[in-house]
């Protein structure tokens, strides 16, 4: 990117100047240029005043504008780059220094260096039309220093088994044996002047003079030093986070951003580039053993060493080992592409965002595919949220948990009652699909009609009725079975309240009298909801998954409610956050949704459901003398079995979940089964 900026604005020195006057942002070519500057392609050393001064001025230029973002503490935004998209990233960045280094393994000095989007795609065609033309002794020097730091890397650094056996961790290090002994071979054997090798050449030596930048110029590339100083960050991130992860260390991204800012600022009078993290130098300084800081504070005083005194003994050193030793150091992140296998069995989502991060940077760049890729993961958290789960809940055996019927066996729906959990916060994108999906699950069409079930047959199987007492242990409990014949009166269940605390009890257990099957042990809510189904009087919403709703949110519930109602359906929330609640408040409550529809926990509005259905019962069905409670003879007093006619109970009481009910006598007139 910074090569597209000097290339554009780094022209013959009268048309410098003449930037100051184009205005911010502008992309155009400077006015002032003679038809012959225009067409022809620039000189680099021609013009080197001028691109020293282009890019002095971009480099204080991104230096700006990181400090300001990092004074701003804009790095908080760094969260919207997920760990597979950093992946992603950094693999697709290691492809490029990858590629970038073939011209001087191959020796291929006619290659072109291609900028912008599919420029792997134009290099890896030139490359291969090209290769006919290798130059060999610089392909046996590649040869020689690949195979030697191979060798070096996987027999003895990342050996665990010569690494035991040492008396304490000595890496190798290859690298350096590489620049020295190829520096020595370089300089005896002649390479450069005899055999053409490409090598370093001229060092100058000394540290350049200060020098303030031209600042009347910055405002010509405003957008592209932002542009540069976004993806200059990105990249150094990138490497901060993979590196934090493997080594288990915190970073501040909003430091990172004042870091890179000054250095940049500092860079600037000293006619330094824009830094940013060095994708193939931290792959080579990690392979190296180093982990922390004074790994870079040592390299920073070799290169000042080399530059002030020993510049000259570097000269004669071929550039193909160091292209080599930077294709070495970037196999363990090229690596990184297997990842896929193993997210691809966790999350076809996750693995979308490292593919899509992949591709968009090997194949636009790094700039573009940058964008695209924090895009594409933005976009991924709005299809999750968009269509979410739509779970119906049931009460856990038992308990006053509610769990998911679908996951949890032993989770029963409570007769009448709908519990519906949306998970996911409600709002503009996902309104009309939690309607949709709330109508289905009530049997609710579009058009607000209630579907009923199919009816309950009038003749339900004989069951037997075993009732053992869970206070003496599940072993050696007594039991009694009563035979019924007929079950006549069959009314809905109505679960009766129950407390956190778990208390042995009763349990009740129901078998047909003709299976010679053992009986099993289930709850009274599970036996009911499984063989007396009723149709949906109430609806509770849990809305625990909620994180927030917005104004069309409120007002999808709202309308959700008016059809419930007009239904003769009645709709409650729980476990509403403080946010809705405040948002329901301020929207205005309704005659169908108002306070008194909302509830603390799922259970509340489950009892309070109960607790009405049972009034309204009270008042439909007619009364019935009192009966005397005997204390021996008594019969199940729950809804859900009327009478037992001669059937005796031994046991006072019974289980319905986690309440202990008394039984009673039936009365003397009950009917025969």
Not at 256 to 271: K, P, V
Not at 544 to 556: E, L, P, T, Y
Request: net charge neutral; charged share 20%; with cysteine.
């Amino acid at each position: 990117m910074t090569g597209k900026v000097v290339n554009r604005y780094a022209l013959p020195t009268r048309s410098v100047a003449a930037a100051s006057f184009l205005p911010a942002g502008s992309n155009a070519s400077i006015p002032g240029l003679t038809d012959s500057i225009a067409t022809e392609e620039t000189d680099v050393n021609s013009h080197l005043d001028a691109r020293i001064r282009v890019v002095v001025a971009l480099t204080m230029a991104v230096g700006i504008w990181q400090l300001l973002m990092g004074l701003l503490g804009l790095g908080y935004l760094t969260v919207y780059l997920s760990d597979q998209l950093v992946k992603g990233f950094t693999t697709g960045s290691a492809f490029h220094v990858f590629t970038s280094q073939l011209k001087s393994i191959f020796g291929l000095r006619k290659m072109i260096e291609y900028n912008g989007a599919f420029k792997l795609i134009y290099t890896y065609r030139d490359f291969f039309s090209m290769i006919k033309d290798t130059h060999i002794p610089t392909l046996i020097v590649s040869i020689v220093c690949t195979i030697f730091l191979l060798l070096v890397k996987y027999l003895f650094n990342d050996n665990a088994w010569i690494q035991r056996r040492l008396p304490m961790r000595l890496p190798i290090p290859g690298e350096l044996l590489v620049v020295i002994f190829g520096t020595l071979a370089s300089y005896l054997m002649a390479l450069g002047p005899k055999y053409g090798v490409d090598i370093v050449g001229l060092i100058p030596l000394g540290m350049p003079v200060p020098q303030v930048p031209d600042l009347s110029i910055l405002p010509a590339f405003a957008l592209d030093s932002f542009a540069i100083a976004i993806v200059s960050f990105a990249i150094t991130l990138s490497l901060s986070k993979l590196y934090a992860t493997k080594y288990k260390y915190e970073m501040d991204s909003s430091q990172e951003l004042r870091a890179l800012g000054c250095s940049n600022i500092f860079g600037g009078f000293f006619q330094c580039i824009p830094s940013t993290g060095s994708l193939g130098r931290t792959a080579v300084q990690t392979s190296i053993g180093g982990e922390t800081q004074i790994v870079s504070i040592i390299s920073a005083a070799f290169v000042m060493v080399v530059l002030l005194a020993m510049g000259h003994l570097m000269e004669p050193l071929p550039k193909a080992c160091l292209g080599c030793i930077i294709m070495v150091a970037l196999i363990g992140m090229l690596k990184q592409v297997g990842v896929i296998r193993k997210l691809w069995k966790v999350s076809a989502i996750d693995t979308s965002v490292f593919f899509v991060s992949l591709l968009a940077v090997v194949l636009l760049d790094v700039d573009i595919g940058l964008g695209v890729a924090v895009g594409w993961s933005l976009l991924t958290v709005v299809f999750r949220t968009q269509r979410p789960d739509v779970s119906v809940l049931g009460r856990a055996l038992h308990t006053d948990i509610y769990k998911r019927i679908d996951v949890y066996k032993s989770a029963a729906e409570v007769d009448g009652c709908k519990i519906i959990r949306f998970d996911a916060p409600l709002y503009f994108a996902n309104a009309e699909y939690f309607q949709q999906r709330v109508r289905s699950i009530s049997k609710l069409d579009h058009r607000g009609i209630t579907l009923t079930r199919p009816p309950v047959p009038d003749k339900p199987a004989a069951k037997d009725v075993v009732v053992h007492d869970a206070s003496r242990g599940s072993h050696d409990a007594q039991m009694e079975v009563i035979e019924m014949s007929r079950i006549v009166d069959v009314k809905r269940h109505a679960l009766p309240q129950t407390s956190n605390k778990r208390v042995p009890s009763a349990e009740i257990v129901y078998h047909p009298s003709n299976s010679s099957t053992s009986p099993s042990t289930v709850d009274a809510a599970t036996w009911t909801a499984d063989f007396f189904e009723q149709p949906v009087k109430h609806v509770v919403l849990d809305c625990s998954s909620m994180c927030f709703v917005d104004i069309n949110g409120i007002q999808a519930i709202k309308d959700l409610a008016a059809e419930c109602s007009d239904m003769g359906i009645s709709l409650y929330l729980a476990s509403c956050k403080a946010n809705m609640r405040e948002s329901l408040a301020l929207c205005g409550f309704s005659e169908e949704l108002n306070v008194d529809h909302l509830f603390v926990t799922v259970h509340d509005a489950v009892m309070f459901v109960i607790r009405a259905r049972r009034q309204a019962e009270k008042l439909r069905e007619p009364s019935l003398p009192e009966e005397e409670e005997t204390e021996d003879t008594f019969d199940m007093d729950f809804p859900g079995l009327s009478s037992f006619g001669d059937g005796r109970w031994s046991l006072k009481t019974a289980t319905f979940g986690t309440q202990t009910s008394p039984m009673k006598a039936p009365p003397a007139s009950a009917s025969k089964f």
